[in-house]
């Protein structure tokens, strides 16, 4: 086991990635995103996210948990309160092997910092890494404080409260 | 670089080479108003799509004309209805298996050489893998390779940009 979110994203991704979405609560969805659970064990898990093109998420955090986030694809603005948050459009660029010139780059995002999102228009994909501290892990969509994106989180949200 | 002679060797080949997850720079997301996709690897002809859907979603009948595709079950509760056929009923495998993964996992449900089919999503939601070989273009997405009733304004959208790039 891992003693924290970063321990666990390293060994996932050095790992080969292992594809193992779980039985119980892997699909989640909001107004503009949508998220797979890649990998459960114990208190951590990592969610794969896809987001709509030109969509936002207002600052938010997700209580009791630790994250790190990965980038895999599009056009992601992450930022964090307090933090410097550098513009990701001077990275819109292929690497030499035909990938985002961003894949596999981390941002941390510890519990109770609230974070934001901004998509550019191709869309985005990222991988969020969670140690859900004191509970089980669901979903971060799910565990949510702030403003929500939209009647679609709230139905979410509001179903997961409901079983 | 590496060549596959059709899509199931393709398959083998990823899942043995411990599914590299790579996705291309260009056109790797797409959206519909049922599911969204992740191109998660790409090389010459061959690609692999990561779908995630929405609940109690359907598509009607519908074809990728020119594209060999196959599906592997990640999660969740779907099925596929090829040529006409009745959605098969899975309800018997909605079980978990072993590591708390759902016990179809990793099961090829469909094999479709350009041929109609459906794709119907329960309550639970669904997530599949789509291994393709695309024969006569660059592959992009199956999504905006559709023919038949599309899915809603997003879907119309996204075939939209596909081909005015």
Not at chain 1, 83 to 88: C, K, L, T, W, Y
Not at chain 1, 98 to 116: A, F, N, Q, R
Not at chain 1, 122 to 147: I, M, Q, R, Y
């Amino acid at each position: 086991m891992w003693n924290n979110v970063q321990e666990f994203r390293d060994w996932y991704m050095t790992s080969g990635m292992p594809l193992r979405p779980p039985f119980k609560n892997p699909v989640f969805h909001t107004d503009n995103a949508m998220s797979l659970c890649m990998f459960r064990e114990g208190r951590f898990q990592v969610e794969l996210y896809l987001t709509e093109p030109y969509s936002t998420s207002p600052p938010h955090t997700h209580p009791g948990v630790d994250s790190a986030f990965v980038y895999l694809a599009g056009n992601i603005q992450f930022s964090l309160e307090g933090r410097d948050n550098p513009d990701v459009q001077q990275w819109q660029k292929p690497s030499p092997e035909g990938y985002h010139m961003l894949l596999g780059k981390t941002v941390d995002s510890p519990d109770g910092i609230p974070h934001w999102l901004k998509i550019g228009p191709e869309g985005g994909a990222f991988l969020s890494f969670e140690h859900w501290k004191d509970k089980d892990p669901v979903s971060v969509t799910v565990n949510w404080d702030g403003e929500t994106v939209g009647s679609e989180h709230d139905k979410t949200i509001e179903k997961v409260k409901g079983e | 670089m590496k060549e596959w002679n059709e899509v199931e060797a393709f398959k083998d080949w990823w899942v043995a080479s411990g599914c590299p997850i790579r996705p291309p720079f260009e056109h790797p997301i797409h959206i519909t108003d049922m599911a969204y996709a992740l191109t998660v690897y790409r090389k010459g002809q061959y690609q692999i799509e990561l779908y995630i859907c929405k609940p109690n979603t359907q598509t009607q009948v519908h074809a990728h004309p020119g594209i060999e595709s196959l599906s592997v079950y990640l999660s969740g509760n779907l099925s596929f209805a090829t040529d006409g056929a009745p959605f098969p009923d899975l309800s018997a495998y909605q079980k978990e298996g072993a590591n708390g993964t759902h016990m179809l996992l990793g099961k090829s449900l469909e094999s479709i050489n350009g041929t109609p089919h459906a794709l119907k999503v329960n309550e639970e939601g669904g997530s599949f893998l789509l291994f393709q070989r695309w024969s006569h273009k660059k592959p992009r997405s199956v999504a905006v390779e559709y023919d038949g009733v599309t899915l809603g304004k997003k879907h119309d959208k996204q075939i939209e940009v596909a081909n005015v790039e």
